[in-house]
């Protein structure tokens, strides 16, 4: 298993000099972002931007507490990262005992569930682990971020964590770029959100189909990444199929019983479409260069094949759709844009 350099950072570090950061081989970064129901990290937005600019995968964490209910903390956390393009998956900081903290731990998993599909990992610490063995069971299998400063990387010891992702090995790392001591780590990358399956199962009921994760949450109105696959769920939770339309684009999400977001050339019907890659998935109009070839879709989506106009130029397509060009054919000149001239 190849393992990823990472540090995480807060307003504590001062500035960070990013582009140096990325250079030293570090490629993820976490940052603070939020502490218990009202902090917020000042330089959470600076450091996020640093990272972006020098092509640092980058994550967010909050630092649970016992003076605020875990419903209001949830809340501040993803009300500050909601607005962000976030990389590696966000974590929950748990480091302080208190009364309550495994009750505390999970009403927070589970509110932050409610609020968005991008699932939770858990950072603490080695020793700490057992003040959480009351949550064992809704926490095991989640991603896992462990701190054990023996400065040897992924030399821990086991415990009820099936899915540890990260090892912060060091407090006092040295990193250019940042004036400091830091913490360095070293992750997998079971790290990234794109990699990571919230658990759960299907259930299916009034023969529609929704997705109980094991914390009780379900994600509504949005969508979610499922062993691979992408579904969209409707405002209930419920999951949605045929064509649905997201956000500014249209997605074709198979029939009932399927649901998963379909990408390349759909025939539905007769009639050829083209929905993107598997990370976008949206059905694409105008004109898309596939493979090489050129090709013009409607505003429906629909693949155009033969003679149409566009911008007052005449265009031609052979019967799979492809543009004709560079050659003289059927009576006409077609050059390399796909102009049609007719021959004298």
Known sequence: ???????????????????????????????????????????????????????????????????????????????????????????????????GLADYVTRFISAFGQLTSIPLGIYSYTSFIGYLSNAQSVIK????????????????????????????????????????????????????ISNVTKPGQWIIKDNKWWYRHTDGSYTKNGWEKING??????????????????????YYLGNSDDGSMKSGWL?????????????????????????GNWYYFGTDGAMVTGWFNVGGYDYLTYSTGELITNIDIYGYRFDENGHATKLS
């Not at 539905?268 to 596939?290: A, E, P, R």
């Open 267 to 291: 025939l539905k019907n007769n009639k050829w479409y083209y929905l993107g890659d598997t990370s976008d998935g949206s059905m694409k109009i105008g004109w898309q260069k596939i493979n």
């Open 141 to 192: 299998d989640m991603p896992f971020w462990e701190a054990n400063y023996n400065n040897d990387p992924w030399n821990l010891p086991s415990n009820f964590f099936t899915n540890r992702v990260g090892h912060q090995y060091t407090e006092t790392g040295r990193v250019s770029g940042v004036s400091e001591e830091c913490d360095i780590n070293s992750f997998t990358d079971g790290v990234l």
């Open 1 to 99: 298993m190849g393992y990823i350099k990472g540090i995480d950072v807060s307003n504590n570090n001062g500035n960070i000099d990013f582009g140096a950061v990325a250079r030293d081989g570090v490629q993820y970064v976490y940052l603070k972002a939020t502490e218990g129901a009202t902090f917020i990290d000042s330089k959470m937005e600076l450091f996020y931007s640093g990272c972006k600019n020098n092509n640092l995968k980058v994550g967010a964490y909050h630092f649970l507490v016992g003076t605020s209910t875990p419903e209001a903390q949830a809340q501040n956390f993803y009300n500050k990262i909601k607005d962000y393009n976030w990389d590696l998956v966000p974590m929950m900081d748990v480091e302080s005992n208190f009364s």
């Open 229 to 250: 696959k992408l579904y969209l769920f409707d405002i209930e939770g419920w999951m949605l199929y045929d064509w649905k339309l997201s956000g500014d684009y249209w």
